[in-house]
């Protein structure tokens, strides 16, 4: 993928643009990794805040804006949306050093075509309202944004996050639309037939309903929308079935997939987590 793609824009010469820029090539040479990571190093501000942190952010900046230019001359840059995240923040009071100290509450920046444009999400802290160790009240959890992050844009599940987070957490409204590699005009997104993807007992099903009796077909489909086959075919009577994917499971690896349902000349998909 690297080397089928190139930047298409300059890139400065700091370690955070080199990242960027070669996620840049990643993508617009189709590898397919649904998550990168990039690591900037330096916010550990005990001392000399406002230079370092002007810097940093700086070159941050920058480096993001290089980015997203990059992958639009492609018309990839509202496929990809970033997010920052940390460790720990900082308190709001400046220290003998001219910086400031570990803190519980922190900022998370989020940038991406994919969002309900430009603003503050949440209540913006309260400075005269610090706890007994001088940290500032948080107004968003930030398992919140991960929680929307997962089902919003990587389409996972709702009972899987809920599940892995430890908890049904606030999702929020950054406008995100889950929209997985199927996404043609003969896909249904009405309520006219009923689909889900149920987990239990270590076990993935797809149940559906029908009205009438009819002939049911469900295909099993990659992240890179590459068709993997049919998985089950049979001809059911009106009322609830599920279809087991166990068996066909063992042979992929485990990950995201989307299943396609395929009934009276009509298809149906939804994301699905298959696993050993």
């Given at each position: 993928a690297y080397v089928v793609a190139t930047n298409d824009v300059s890139y400065e010469k700091n370690n955070i643009a080199k990242q960027f820029a070669l996620i840049a090539r990643l993508i617009k040479g189709n590898l397919g990794t649904k998550i990168f990571m990039v690591t900037l190093d330096g916010f550990d501000t005990h001392?000399?805040?406002?230079?370092?942190?002007?810097?940093?952010m700086g070159n941050f900046t920058r480096a993001i804006s290089n980015f997203y230019a990059d992958l639009a001359v492609q018309n990839r840059d509202s496929d990809v949306l970033t997010m920052t995240i940390s460790e720990f923040g900082r308190r709001s009071k400046e220290n003998a050093s001219n910086g400031t100290d570990h803190g519980a509450a922190s900022t998370m920046?989020?940038?991406?075509?994919?969002?309900?444009?430009?603003?503050?999400?949440?209540?913006?802290?309260?400075?005269?309202?610090l706890d007994s160790n001088g940290n500032m009240d948080f107004t968003t959890d930030f398992r919140?944004?991960?929680?929307?992050i997962l089902e919003k844009w990587l389409c996972i599940d709702s009972s899987i996050v809920d599940n892995v987070l430890l908890n049904n957490y606030n999702r929020a409204d950054?406008?995100?639309?889950?929209?997985s590699v199927i996404d043609d005009d003969s896909d249904i997104a009405d309520g006219s037939f009923k689909h889900y993807p149920v987990y239990g007992n270590e076990t993935v099903y797809v149940e559906f309903v029908l009205s009438r009796a009819m002939e049911v077909e469900v295909q099993l489909?990659?992240?890179?929308?590459?068709?993997?086959?049919?998985?089950?075919?049979?001809?059911?009577?009106?009322?609830?079935h599920r279809?087991?994917?166990?068996?066909?499971?063992?042979?992929?690896?485990?990950?995201h997939y989307i299943y396609?349902?395929?009934?009276e000349g009509k298809s149906y998909s939804k994301s699905i987590i298959l696993a050993k």
């Amino acid at each position: 993928a690297y080397v089928v793609a190139t930047n298409d824009v300059s890139y400065e010469k700091n370690n955070i643009a080199k990242q960027f820029a070669l996620i840049a090539r990643l993508i617009k040479g189709n590898l397919g990794t649904k998550i990168f990571m990039v690591t900037l190093d330096g916010f550990d501000t005990h001392a000399d805040q406002p230079n370092r942190h002007k810097k940093l952010m700086g070159n941050f900046t920058r480096a993001i804006s290089n980015f997203y230019a990059d992958l639009a001359v492609q018309n990839r840059d509202s496929d990809v949306l970033t997010m920052t995240i940390s460790e720990f923040g900082r308190r709001s009071k400046e220290n003998a050093s001219n910086g400031t100290d570990h803190g519980a509450a922190s900022t998370m920046l989020l940038f991406g075509e994919g969002l309900n444009g430009n603003g503050f999400v949440g209540n913006h802290p309260d400075l005269s309202n610090l706890d007994s160790n001088g940290n500032m009240d948080f107004t968003t959890d930030f398992r919140d944004v991960y929680a929307t992050i997962l089902e919003k844009w990587l389409c996972i599940d709702s009972s899987i996050v809920d599940n892995v987070l430890l908890n049904n957490y606030n999702r929020a409204d950054l406008g995100l639309r889950c929209s997985s590699v199927i996404d043609d005009d003969s896909d249904i997104a009405d309520g006219s037939f009923k689909h889900y993807p149920v987990y239990g007992n270590e076990t993935v099903y797809v149940e559906f309903v029908l009205s009438r009796a009819m002939e049911v077909e469900v295909q099993l489909v990659n992240i890179l929308g590459q068709n993997i086959g049919i998985i089950h075919k049979e001809r059911y009577l009106q009322g609830t079935h599920r279809v087991n994917l166990n068996p066909q499971a063992r042979r992929y690896t485990p990950g995201h997939y989307i299943y396609r349902i395929f009934v009276e000349g009509k298809s149906y998909s939804k994301s699905i987590i298959l696993a050993k």
